[in-house]
């Protein structure tokens, strides 16, 4: 796809990186559409760093509405926002960004609506907070065939991988050991935001075709004393 001579102004510095002009980047970026699950904590910062690297859809899939105790974390919202759906404030400041992305809310992935709403992106990446919702992507992702990047975080953790149809969230975590979220273990504010930002760099490189994704890696972050770890996964035998 060819890029405008704004779209050009706006993406300068990336165009600067020589493995990501090299790769022809931000043309498969322009063209690709992203599905984003969940538009909290992970979600934020996954949301608004797509749409001003110039992803050419972005559609957002999230129920909620903006809470005062999200204000801390997910930084899409203010106190004026209180109330009104995490979705349709996200598309706003994602246009707001970048008024070249396509931008839509959708609701919250069910069951129902899944195949089709995954089906009809490029990648689809899990924002959200609870286990049956990251299964569901989980599995239906897997049936399609299809990578799709997770991240977690809680407390003083986070977690961050690109999964695929050869290894995916079952392989790693085969049942839910814990349905908990932020809301009952808590959350240092910035812990979200730092994996959401890597979850956003992950998604370029898988698009872009650029570097080499966290496939088959698991990246631990343990924000009390900065350690991170990168874990190399393989499926078990028998």
């Known amino acids: ?115 089709a709403l995954i089906a009809e992106h490029d990648l689809t990446v899990d924002a959200t907070d609870n286990f049956e919702t990251r299964y569901l992507i989980a599995d239906t992702c897997r049936a399609l065939g299809r990578e799709w990047v997770w991240g977690a975080a809680s407390g003083v953790s986070g977690l961050c991988s690109v999964f695929g149809p050869a290894f995916g969230l079952r392989d790693l975590f085969p049942t839910p050991e814990d349905d908990s979220s932020c809301d009952e273990l808590g959350v240092l504010g910035p812990v979200p935001n730092l994996v959401g930002d890597l979850m956003a760099l992950q998604a370029l490189l898988v698009l872009g075709g650029v570097g080499e994704p966290l496939r088959g890696k698991l990246w631990t972050f343990d924000a009390l004393t900065g350690r991170v770890r990168v874990l190399k996964m393989q499926m078990a035998e028998g």
């Open 1 to 115: 796809m060819t890029l405008t001579r704004e779209e050009l102004r706006r993406v300068s510095r990336p165009l600067l990186v020589p493995e990501w002009a090299e790769a022809g980047a931000q043309e498969k970026l322009r063209s690709a559409r992203v599905l984003v699950v969940g538009a909290g904590g992970l979600g934020g910062p996954v949301i608004r760093q797509l749409a001003g690297a110039g992803v050419g859809a972005l559609t957002v899939a999230d129920s909620d509405t903006v809470s005062v105790t999200n204000l801390h974390r997910q930084q899409l919202y203010a106190s004026a926002d209180v109330g009104r759906s995490k979705a349709e404030v996200a598309c706003a400041v994602a246009q707001a960004v970048n008024p070249f992305v396509e931008v839509q809310a959708a609701p919250a992935l069910s069951a129902e609506n899944a195949a």
